[in-house]
């Protein structure tokens, strides 16, 4: 009795990595502009209905401020630092540092 063979030795690996080269895929790192993206963007706003296009409108600007309140909420809390850190060190130059 003859055990089946593993492996199909019908095409050897050069072939087989010759037929994985030669495939037509879209290329990965495709630079787009931002003119090209915007007029996308806006030919697929134009072909939405008008409730879509208010939908759509309402969550941009939902986005935008939520966007704008988080970098808002960052600088807040860097200047809070840094008053914090002002605070410490004027404390600790006039009151705790010890006078020589």
């Known amino acids: 009795m003859q055990s089946p ?7 050897t690996p050069e072939e087989v990595e010759v037929e994985i080269e030669t495939d ?24 939405l209905s008008t409730p879509a296009q208010v ?6 600007v939902f986005v935008a401020l939520s966007i704008l309140t988080a970098i808002l909420r960052l600088v807040s809390a860097v200047l809070s630092a840094l008053i914090l850190a002002t605070i410490v060190y004027l404390i600790y130059r006039y009151i705790l540092k010890p006078k020589v």
């Open 55 to 60: 939908v759509v409108a309402v969550a941009g």
């Open 5 to 11: 063979e593993p492996f199909d030795t019908k095409y």
């Open 24 to 47: 037509d895929f879209p290329p990965i790192d495709t630079p787009v502009s931002f003119a090209t993206t915007l007029e996308k963007v806006k030919t697929w706003y134009g072909s």
